[in-house]
């Protein structure tokens, strides 16, 4: 936890979310995820470490191997990565006994360490830190610029998920974001009950307004956080 006034790019970046669509720390943390996905495309494709971690945990979770194939158009640095994954499950299957599943679940049960599908996928394991990284920054620019509170007003305020952690990271300056979260389900729900009211055949005439037709998607961008985003 820190008490620092971000005043770099995180601020920047910060600001510059609140006035996009939905959650901040959504969009923030899914662009750490895709400039993360990038940087293995171009940069690091070739670090060891990096590799050793996805060969032995089986690539990316289902979520970033998918996100990988959409986002980092790298053909070779597919084949590389998959090819090393491949290899890997082949001598596991190959033998059973000394790498495989039985292997893993009898040293699981012995309580030999943990077993490498425990591992965290890079991807996952950037996007955790983007998400805690963000809510600290938007807190302390909440708490010390008057002029970050109008505009955190005039957004979306935070998911379900981002509320929530707020709270825990710091309950002394979370106010504002638990009052922006109260705000925002209260017009969303009274928005739900009005697309419910009109799905009665009675009042299926009456016009919906564009809050209303967007209302049900906004539900479940805030309950579950934006799409992409992995659980934690
Ligand atoms: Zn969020
Ligand atoms: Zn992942």
């Known amino acids: 936890m820190t008490s620092a006034v971000p005043r770099d790019a995180t601020a920047f970046e910060v600001r510059?979310?609140?006035?996009?669509?939905?959650?901040?720390?959504?969009?923030?943390?899914?662009?750490?995820?895709?400039?993360?996905?990038?940087?293995?495309?171009y940069e690091q494709v070739n670090d060891l470490g990096l590799r050793t971690v996805l060969r032995k945990r089986g690539g990316f979770c289902n979520v970033h191997a998918h996100d990988w194939l959409l986002a980092a158009h790298s053909v070779l640095?597919?084949?590389?990565i998959?090819?090393?994954?491949?290899?890997?499950?082949?001598?596991?299957?190959?033998?059973p006994a000394a790498g495989g599943?039985?292997?893993?679940?009898?040293?699981?049960?012995?309580?030999a360490g943990s077993s490498d599908a425990d591992l965290p996928c890079p991807a996952c394991r950037s996007q955790a830190e983007a998400e805690r990284r963000y809510v600290e920054a938007l807190l302390a620019l909440l708490a010390s610029d008057a002029a970050v509170g109008r505009e955190f007003e005039a957004s979306d305020g935070l998911c379900r998920?981002?509320?929530?952690?707020?709270?825990?990271?710091?309950?002394?300056?979370?106010?504002?974001?638990?009052?922006?979260a109260r705000e925002a389900l209260g017009e969303l729900l009274a928005e739900l009950d009005e697309v419910i009211r009109k799905e009665d055949y009675r009042f299926r005439h009456e016009p919906r307004t564009a809050g209303e037709r967007s209302a049900p998607a906004r539900a479940i961008?805030?309950?579950?956080?934006?799409?992409?985003?992995?659980?934690p």
Do not use: F, I
């Not at 510059?16 to 495309?41: D, M, T």
């Not at 998920?161 to 922006?180: F, I, K, S, Y």
């Not at 961008?221 to 659980?231: D, E, M, Q, R």
């Open 101 to 111: 599943q039985r292997g893993r679940l009898l040293r699981g049960l012995l309580g």
């Open 77 to 80: 640095g597919t084949a590389l």
């Open 221 to 231: 961008n805030w309950a579950a956080g934006k799409a992409g985003l992995t659980s």
């Open 161 to 180: 998920r981002h509320t929530l952690a707020a709270l825990r990271a710091r309950r002394d300056a979370a106010e504002p974001v638990v009052r922006r």
């Open 16 to 41: 510059e979310a609140l006035r996009e669509s939905g959650c901040a720390v959504c969009h923030l943390a899914l662009r750490s995820v895709g400039r993360l996905l990038r940087s293995v495309a």
């Open 82 to 95: 998959y090819k090393d994954v491949l290899e890997a499950a082949l001598r596991e299957l190959d033998s």
